[in-house]
């Protein structure tokens, strides 16, 4: 059963505060830099660290809308 709570399942989602932001990353999901200061997600696949990304929170929510885009076991290359 898919319960509703569940759409992070398969990934670690760690919020970031402004103050701890110490450079500027650029967001998978609307492709422009999260700016110095602005709190935002730290996302990665569950055991792989390596593949963490910076998201702005809304682009973060947004990317449930479209599963199809960053959807566990779609990785390629
Ligand atoms: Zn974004």
Do not use: S
Request: hydrophobic share 30%; proline share 8%; charged share 30%.
């Amino acid at each position: 059963m898919d319960g509703a709570g569940n759409a992070d399942e398969g990934w670690v989602v760690r919020p970031v505060t402004g103050a701890a932001t110490t450079k500027a990353y650029r967001c998978p999901g609307c492709d422009h830099l999260i700016e110095l200061g602005t709190p935002h997600r730290v996302v990665w696949p569950v055991g792989a660290l390596d593949d963490r990304r910076h998201w702005h929170t809304p682009c973060w929510a947004r990317r449930h809308a479209r599963p199809d885009r960053f959807r566990r076991g779609g990785r390629r290359g």
